[in-house]
């Protein structure tokens, strides 16, 4: 959970931001730590077989490294958009709504948005050994607006997120109440 972040849209008049977060760093690392292995496995066993066989100076060993240099390089550009993807996955709640930003890569954006008086049921999922230790999990919001599901995925400490979240829900309700009877 981090603050003072640059937001991919506009505060509304009254709206202050009360949690910005993305997914814990365990997910970055578990997918960088994918990629590490993906890369670097089928490389350390071409270039083992091409160096017994004909050796890396050799025409196969140039060809060996070509496909080495190319295959490494795809691999890069997946870990980039990795990185790319969780530094720009992010949720915010602020007193007012709940707003899910999505880039995916450059030329994607998705966003979507939940009033706090829409939240109808508000639910943590927390699965295994991994979750448990590094206090990770799920929050699921079910709404009764455009989007009737928000899942904040892998977020850390979602409990304590559940109860800010249902606390201001509780007060923009009660907000809404003390309006409608003005009138």
Not at 107 to 125: G, P
Not at 141 to 164: C, H, K, Y
């Amino acid at each position: 959970m981090e603050s003072a972040q640059k937001l991919p849209f506009e505060l509304q008049a009254t709206e202050v931001v009360l949690l910005f977060c993305r997914r814990h760093w365990a997910f970055l690392a578990s997918q960088m730590t994918k990629i590490v292995l993906f890369a670097a496995v089928p490389v350390a066993g071409l270039l083992t077989i091409v160096s017994i066989t004909a050796g890396l100076g050799s025409g196969a060993g140039k060809i060996a490294w070509l496909v080495t240099a190319a295959w490494l390089l795809v691999w890069v550009v997946k870990g980039y958009f990795s990185w790319y993807r969780y530094n720009r996955d992010i949720w915010v709640v602020t007193n007012q709504r709940v707003v899910d930003s999505v880039k995916r890569h450059w030329f994607h954006h998705a966003m979507a948005s939940a009033d706090l008086v829409d939240v109808e049921d508000i639910a943590v999922k927390r699965e295994g050994l991994f979750a448990t230790v590094f206090k990770f999990g799920d929050l699921h919001l079910q709404t009764a607006g455009e989007r009737p599901n928000f899942v904040l995925s892998g977020i850390p400490d979602p409990g304590s997120v559940l109860a800010l979240i249902d606390s201001q829900r509780d007060s923009a309700r009660r907000e809404l109440g003390r309006m409608a009877s003005r009138d």
